[in-house]
């Protein structure tokens, strides 16, 4: 079984702050791991994935995630945020072998503040 | 690229009927299509996934009568939620992949409302 526990809800950060939102998994398998942006009445934007190569990925517009299997996270990091980073991210997780069947975290609200 | 709408992007129904919801990609061709459905504050549930030309495979627990869901044609899948209830208030997403990239890419959603 394969299970994602995103640790905050919110997430509230100063303009050029960094951001970390954090994410742990479960997964019986070699797991994918995947972060997406959901922005208000836009469809989920892939940020960045994870599959079996660098355990550091970098993603778009300054995102970038580490996976940690002895910790078993991949938490998602920004040097600098800005306004437009405002949104709803999803940490997500999808065994290798299947990578249609995707599991959402309950997602991590990142609030702005100028 | 890889842009994926839906229609509409909001509707309230009573309670009794049913209502048809479309996903299209617009700028390529979706052999696999998928219906998410997305309860406030909470993950999105995958539902069902839809191969074009064949019947669609629901997860565990969904309804198959209930969620009626068609992919005709490599640009189109519908969910119709027949019987509409109130306890079936929820907002639908769905996405596409095709050929080339394992990439699902997501539609807007549809907030549906049963009255």
């Known amino acids: 079984a394969q299970s994602v526990t995103q640790l905050d809800s919110h997430v509230s950060v100063s303009e050029g702050t960094p951001v970390l939102l954090r994410c742990n998994y479960s997964s019986s398998y070699s797991p994918s791991l995947f972060w997406y942006v959901q922005h208000p009445n836009k469809g989920l934007q892939l940020l960045l994935k994870?599959?079996?190569?660098?355990?550091l990925v970098k993603g778009i517009n300054g995102f970038e995630a580490e996976f940690k299997k002895s910790e078993t996270s991949f938490h998602l990091t920004k040097p600098s945020a800005h306004m437009s980073d405002a949104a709803e991210y999803f940490c997500?997780?999808?065994?290798?072998?299947?990578?249609?069947?995707?599991?959402f975290g309950t997602g991590t609200r990142l609030q702005v503040f100028p | 690229g890889a842009v994926v709408s839906q229609h509409p992007s909001w509707v309230i129904c009573k309670s009794g009927t049913s209502v048809k919801i479309e996903c299209r990609s617009l700028d390529f061709q979706a052999t696999t299509m998928f219906w998410y459905r997305q309860f406030p504050k909470q993950s999105l549930m995958l539902m069902a996934t839809?191969?074009?030309?064949?019947?669609?495979?629901?997860e565990q627990g969904v309804e198959k009568d209930k969620f009626l869901i068609n992919h005709a044609s490599l640009t189109l899948s519908t969910l119709t939620v027949t019987s509409a209830h109130p306890e079936d208030s929820s907002f639908y997403i769905c996405?596409?992949?095709?050929?080339?990239?394992?990439?699902?890419?997501f539609g807007p959603g549809t907030r549906l409302t049963v009255t």
């Open positions: 996405s596409a992949r095709g050929l080339v990239s394992y990439e699902q890419y």
């Open positions: 994870y599959t079996s190569a660098a355990t």
């Open positions: 839809s191969n074009e030309g064949s019947k669609a495979t629901y």
């Open positions: 997500v997780v999808s065994d290798r072998r299947n990578t249609d069947k995707l599991i």
